[in-house]
């Protein structure tokens, strides 16, 4: 299979399909001054470019990522907190903010925030693991501390079938098409232009629970069929969900509270967010989706999760225990470096 090449105007995490397994990392930078603190990040910044693009090109730093199989297959992303962008006077996109608390959060702040975000994604947990600890490394020389990592998966799935999550519901149908997507995803033209805001929100599953469910209350739920992943209007996954359909009763064929409904783009404008979520499975009880999500402002996601804490027919099975936001770097064309706009 052809590699996944690192250089580009986008980064290869955000442009590749979604492979079947990830790992996200957070750092910390703690505080020196502005000036060593701009320089730590840039020469970081650089030093992941050469770990991430050799790899990639088929000449890894390291011999465990010469790969048996192939030059390792990858795709990377990485993000930068909001704190650190404020306190680095760096020129991050005004949409780059902390979503509030919400009704029902768990929040573990040992498992969120940060001011670094890495995103690593291949077929199989090596590569992802071997980048993570020569990634690691380069960010401690860098005065910066490892905060948290998470590693997530999806289900085999044939090319372009849209993969479950744990309640064995497809998941990443309503995606946007590349023309919503400059306007709701990617920035506005100007320096931000194939930069975005990633949400991170980890979520535990109440998965027993929610399988012991008949399927026609799974199904209401979600506004969808577990089978084929239709809406409840419609015949097949793609069909676009009919929210004013009514039963002769007049009821919602799509109920008030369906997550399909409450996250539509219906609702708030036309407004729509890149969704590549993954499982995790930590614990037999402790389970769930990793909420991936990347959008030009995080304001869409507050919006989203406001409505849905509110009122979603999922709350009884769910918990947010963890949350982040990154501003993601456009990528870096060959012969450049991530994030060298923000520094000139
Ligand atoms: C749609 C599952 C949390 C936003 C969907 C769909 C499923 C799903 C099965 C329908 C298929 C699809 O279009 O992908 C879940 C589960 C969650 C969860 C299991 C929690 C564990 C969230 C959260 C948000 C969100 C926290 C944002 C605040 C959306 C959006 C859509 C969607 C925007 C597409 C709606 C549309 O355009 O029709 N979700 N979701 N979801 N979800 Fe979630």
Do not use: C
């Not at 052809?2 to 750092?27: K, W």
């Not at 999806?154 to 744990?166: A, I």
């Amino acid at each position: 299979e052809a590699a996944i090449p690192f250089h580009g105007e986008r980064q290869s995490g955000l442009t590749a399909p979604q492979f079947p397994t990830t790992r996200l990392l957070a750092f910390d930078v703690p505080p020196v001054s502005t000036t060593a603190d701009r320089t730590a990040l840039r020469d970081l910044l650089a030093a992941w470019t050469r770990l991430l693009s050799g790899t990639a090109a088929g000449s890894p730093p390291d011999p465990r990522l010469r790969g048996d199989a192939g030059p390792p297959r990858f795709a990377a992303l990485v993000g930068l907190g909001p704190a650190l962008a404020a306190r680095l006077e760096l020129a991050v996109p005004a949409g780059l903010t902390e979503p509030p608390a919400f009704p029902g959060d768990r929040l573990d702040p040992a498992r969120g925030g940060g001011d670094l975000l890495l995103q690593l994604s291949a077929d199989d947990q090596w590569t992802p693991s071997v980048l993570a600890e020569l990634a690691t490394t380069a960010a401690r020389s860098a005065g910066a501390a490892l905060r948290w990592s998470q590693s997530g998966f999806l289900p085999r799935t044939e090319p372009d079938v849209t993969p479950r999550n744990l309640f064995g519901f497809k998941d990443g149908t309503a995606n946007p098409d590349e023309e919503a997507a400059r306007q709701w995803v990617w920035g506005p033209p100007g320096p931000h232009e194939h930069a975005t805001v990633l949400v991170y929100r980890r979520i535990r599953m109440d998965t027993a629970a929610f399988a012991a469910l008949p399927e026609e209350q799974q199904n209401a739920a979600m506004g969808r069929r577990i089978g084929d992943g239709a809406p409840l209007t419609g015949a097949a996954e793609h069909d676009e969900p009919d929210l004013y359909a009514k039963h002769p009763d007049g009821a919602y064929v799509i109920p008030a509270t369906a997550h399909v409904r409450l996250t539509g783009p219906r609702l708030d404008g036309g407004a729509r967010m890149l969704r590549r979520g993954y499982s995790y499975d930590d614990a037999p009880d402790d389970r769930g989706l990793l909420f991936v999500a990347f959008m030009r402002d995080t304001a869409q996601f507050t919006r989203v999760q406001s409505r849905l804490a509110d009122r979603d027919a999922l709350n009884p099975f769910l918990a947010h225990t963890a949350s982040a936001v990154a501003y993601v770097l456009p990528g870096a064309p060959e012969g450049t470096v991530l994030g060298e706009h923000l520094f000139s």
